[in-house]
C-alpha cells in the first residue's frame, strides 16, 4: 500500500501538467478561428451599418429634393402674387396695355 501514494502523487502531477499544456494548446489552436469569427461578425456590421447609413443618406437626399420643389413652386407663387398686387395698383397700366377701361 505504501508504493501506492508516489504512483498516486504522480498521476496527479502528470495530469496537473498535462491539462496545462492542452489548455495552452487549445488556446494557440481556436485563437485563429476565434478572430476569424469576430472580423466576419464585425464586418457583417459594418456593412450593415453602412448600408443602414446609405438609405439614411438617400432618405435626406430625396427630402432635400422635395424641400428645393417647395421652395421653387413657393418663389413662383410669391411672384405671381407679386405682379397681381402691382396690376391691382395701377389699373392705367392695365387699361394702356389692353385698351379697355374699367369706366366702359
Known sequence: ????????LAFFLGAAGLTGVLAIGARVAFKPILESRLR????????????????????LEQEIGKLQRTVGRLAEAEEFRSQLEDRRSSPQRITALTGVSDAE
Open 1 to 8: 500500500m505504501n508504493d501506492l501514494g508516489p504512483t498516486i
Open 40 to 59: 466576419l461578425r464585425g464586418t457583417a456590421f459594418a456593412e450593415e451599418v453602412g448600408s443602414l447609413q446609405d438609405r439614411r443618406i438617400e432618405l
